[in-house]
């Protein structure tokens, strides 16, 4: 018989702590639909993406129902320039022509996506992996003519993905639509979370980057932010680059339905356990309006 010392030293009463702290936001979110994004540079890091598919396990073990929405930039790229098909960009988007889509849907809806799955399913969660071709889910226009084969999701069918969530199971969801003809068409992974989010009214939308969130003029997180904050930023010039995008994305989903929108930095350990069971959460909290 082993016996195993009592300690009552800070790192056992810390830990109380955090769980204890934890009891009202699990009873808040108890049921509740997560639509998640992560990145390509949280998916080529073993280590945090082993922490990530724990997490995601976690929140289905007590009952929270998360959809993973995934990109691969990264990836993409390396894909691309080791098959010799040069990359074309107009404002800073990737132009998708032909061979470009086939590389795209080849990476994301295979060998990334499949990762994730693969990391899921190892820390004990049931994963399926689809993208937004599977049975319709995103039906979408093309962007512009100068972009090629991208598209703006027009129409939405998350019937399959309420299903595998009511069964016990995470959905995992490369951003690739089709279009009325058939086509493939490579969406913006943001957008499509926001599209994913909207269409099944869900609680959060988590979006995961590599900065802590939206900032103020002097660096500082700005912790939760109203529509109307946000357009005050975008106007005064603090926004800049990726993040107009993000909150555009945010802002979008809340209009239609979303209850809040978070972003929040993806390279922090457990981000997604610290926005959704703390207190003090872990990045910016969107709201359509000031609480």
Not at 87 to 96: A, L, M, T
Not at 206 to 213: H, Q, Y
Not at 228 to 249: A, F, H, N, W, Y
């Amino acid at each position: 018989m082993q016996k195993r010392p009592i300690s009552m030293d800070g790192n056992w009463t810390d830990t109380a702590r955090t769980l204890s702290e934890a009891l009202p936001h699990l009873q808040r979110y108890d049921n509740a639909k997560i639509v998640i994004k992560i990145g390509g540079h949280a998916i080529g890091d073993g280590a945090m993406l082993r922490s990530f598919a724990r997490d995601i396990t976690l929140l289905k073990q007590v009952n929270v129902h998360p959809v993973v929405v995934h990109g691969g930039g990264p990836m993409i790229n390396e894909m691309l320039s080791r098959m010799g098909v040069a990359s074309k960009f107009v404002d800073g988007k990737r132009v998708s022509d032909k061979p470009t889509v086939e590389i795209v849907e080849m990476v994301l809806s295979g060998s990334i996506n499949k990762k994730i799955v693969q990391a899921i399913n190892e820390q004990g969660g049931q994963a399926v992996g689809l993208s937004g071709k599977d049975a319709n889910i995103m039906i979408c226009d093309r962007a512009s003519s100068e972009l090629g084969f991208v598209g703006t999701p027009s129409e939405m069918n998350p019937e399959l993905l309420k299903v595998l969530s009511a069964n016990h199971l995470i959905p995992v969801v490369a951003p690739l639509g089709v279009s009325r003809d058939g086509e493939t068409l490579n969406v913006n992974a943001d957008t499509a979370a926001g599209a994913i989010a909207t269409s099944l009214m869900a609680d959060r939308l988590l979006l995961l980057t590599d900065v802590d969130g939206v900032l103020d003029a002097d660096g500082q997180l700005l912790t939760q932010l109203s529509k109307k904050d946000i357009d005050d930023l975008r106007s005064e010039g603090v926004l800049k680059g990726g993040m107009i995008p993000k909150t555009e994305t945010a802002i979008g989903a809340l209009e239609k339905g979303v209850r809040a929108a978070v972003i929040v930095n993806g390279k922090v350990p457990h981000a997604v356990l610290l926005e959704l069971f703390t207190d003090q959460g872990a990045g910016s909290l969107i709201r359509a309006r000031q609480a």
